[in-house]
């Protein structure tokens, strides 16, 4: 099975190339595509921590208890 | 203010997809460069982030994107040039349909460090679909000859998606 391939386009001459990547350009780009599946779930559990936080901060106005420091940070601008 | 804009290079990735798309030799005879793109990926998912790569370097880019889907938003530091926008339809968002994503680099000539802008939206017939504003920084002072844009899963861009590169400068 072919690599996968890139296109490039010389802005001067107007040249289009369609160019099959190496194995260590496959290589890379396999490592990229993990590096960037685990930055997503990263990001995906820092978010859902922060909506965790502002829903338990919310119910703690409504309720009129102490809210935490993390708690008050999510709804100070 | 530039004010006048002209096409330098289009490109429509064929049948065989491309895991990137890559302008190269672009010329400094303008102030500016806008890049306006019809994107779609090839792998399954809603949708997908999109990679700008600067003169073929893969360090200092940085920056703030904030992003929504219709129900919720919110907002990520720009970190690695693999991710500077989110909303590129991918396999799974509604056939045929693609991204519009906008790419703005002023001063893409100048020997201070380079500033951008994206405006990215998925087209998605569901409940969500995604959109992003982005504002980042290349920290490199050389100018920009060539850029390449790529989907930060590195899979490959579907057939039909589009590129277009154009400077802007004053008439």
């Known amino acids: ?77 | 203010m530039a004010n006048t804009m002209t096409l330098i290079s289009s490109v429509t990735v064929g049948s065989g997809g491309a895991s990137s798309i890559d302008f190269t030799s672009i010329p400094a005879t303008y102030t500016d460069l806008c890049i306006k793109t019809s994107l779609r990926e090839k792998t399954s998912g809603d949708y997908v982030r999109l990679g700008l790569n600067f003169n073929g370097t893969a360090a200092s880019v940085t920056g703030k994107m904030l992003y929504g889907d219709g129900a919720s938003a919110s907002s990520l530091n720009i970190t690695v040039y693999t991710t500077v926008a989110w909303g590129v339809d991918r396999f799974s968002a509604t056939s045929n349909t693609f991204s519009n994503v906008d790419i703005y680099i002023p001063n893409y000539t100048s020997s201070n460090y380079k500033s951008f802008s994206i405006d990215a939206v998925e087209e998605n017939n569901s409940s969500a679909a995604l959109m992003s504003l982005s504002a980042g920084l290349w920290s490199n002072t050389a100018a920009i000859t060539s850029l390449s844009l790529i989907p930060d899963s590195r899979t490959t861009f579907a057939q039909y998606s589009t590129a277009y590169l154009y400077g802007v400068k004053n008439a």
């Open chain 1, 1 to 77: 099975m072919p690599n996968p391939t890139r296109i490039e386009i010389n802005c001067e001459t107007g040249v289009e190339s369609i160019i099959e990547l190496t194995d260590a350009e496959v290589a890379q780009m396999e490592a990229d595509a993990q590096a960037a599946e685990a930055r997503k779930a990263e990001e995906d559990v820092a978010a859902q921590a922060l909506a965790d936080l502002k829903t338990s901060a919310r119910a703690k106005l409504v309720a009129g208890t102490p809210l935490t420091e993390e708690e008050a940070a999510t709804l100070v601008i």
